[in-house]
């Protein structure tokens, strides 16, 4: 299916056919696309570049399509990288993290830094580590092949 190149956001890199792909929902997938172009939010004389999720309900094109900065996709990135990082050491604690002190990381972002932490305020906090660590495992060759295809990318590129 091809990717809309008449709504708000330009297309300029696309992926289409990525419901083949998509990781456990590949083939039962309702996103169809992904692409890289030009932001919907493009203010006249500036330009930003953001990633693009397409979903398609079978008769449309869904408004919930998520449109993202790519500096935030890039935060996702992280953010799932260092989630990874603890969860392989989780057994260590019995509620899979330190009750004590549920920061797990702050990385250093433009002169700040992002803090990664447990979810505390969730209620059933305890039940949804072990729940989300589980899911992790199950994932673990899906997860683990896009971050080999991206780690050899990031080397290429210098990183």
Do not use: C
């Amino acid at each position: 299916m091809k990717i809309p190149t008449t709504l708000k956001h330009k297309p300029v890199i696309v992926s289409e056919n990525y419901e083949h792909i998509d990781g456990r929902y590949a083939n039962h997938s309702d996103a169809k696309g992904l692409s890289l172009g030009l932001a919907q939010w493009n203010d006249r004389g500036k330009l930003d570049i953001s990633a693009k999720v397409w979903r398609y309900t079978g008769e449309k094109w869904s408004r919930q399509s998520e449109e993202l900065p790519l500096h935030r996709v890039l935060d996702l990135a992280i953010l799932v990288s260092r989630s990874l990082l603890h969860f392989r050491e989780a057994y260590r604690y019995k509620e899979l993290y330190d009750t004590a002190n549920p920061v797990i990381d702050r990385v250093g972002l433009q002169g700040d830094a992002m803090t990664i932490s447990v979810a505390t305020d969730n209620e059933k906090i305890l039940e949804d580590l072990k729940l989300f660590s589980q899911a992790l495992s199950d994932d673990d060759e899906l997860i683990g092949e896009r971050l080999r295809a991206l780690s050899g990318m990031l080397k290429e590129l210098g990183y």
